[in-house]
């Protein structure tokens, strides 16, 4: 069992950088795929990036290439998603989420365990 605690997001400009954090419970963080993905008002969850186990392969949805940043530090068991050159679309509810290995690392469905979610606002 993991727990996924988020911390960071909040309001701020067009062009401005957050950093999103996601504190994993248990000793066995460095054994999962961590992900993050974001809901936007009226509609689906979507994928934003991924890490693997080791943190040597990273993905990302085409939106956020070159903007955004996951990565992870398996001593803190926390991952983190940068995000940088903020626009207004990146508005959403943004989920962290670890991935016994099992599933799809793009699809929320291949998730086994859920942060509570982060409120990101970006304003023009």
């Known amino acids: 069992q993991v727990q996924l605690v988020q911390s960071g997001g909040g309001l701020v400009q067009a062009g401005d950088s957050l950093r999103l954090s996601c504190a994993a419970s248990?000793?066995?963080?460095?054994?999962?795929?961590m992900g993050w993905f974001r809901q936007a008002p009226g509609k689906e969850r979507e994928f934003v990036a991924t890490i693997s186990w080791s943190g040597g392969n990273t993905y990302y949805a085409d939106s956020v290439e070159g903007r955004f940043t996951i990565s992870r530090d398996n001593a803190k068991n926390t991952s983190y998603l940068q995000m940088n050159s903020l626009k207004p679309e990146d508005t959403a509810v943004y989920y962290c989420?670890?991935?016994?290995?099992?599933?799809?690392?793009?699809?929320?469905?291949?998730?086994?365990?859920w942060g509570q979610g982060t409120q990101v606002t970006v304003s023009s």
């Open positions: 248990g000793r066995t963080f460095s054994s999962y795929v």
């Open positions: 989420a670890a991935n016994a290995g099992w599933g799809s690392m793009f699809e929320e469905d291949g998730y086994d365990y």
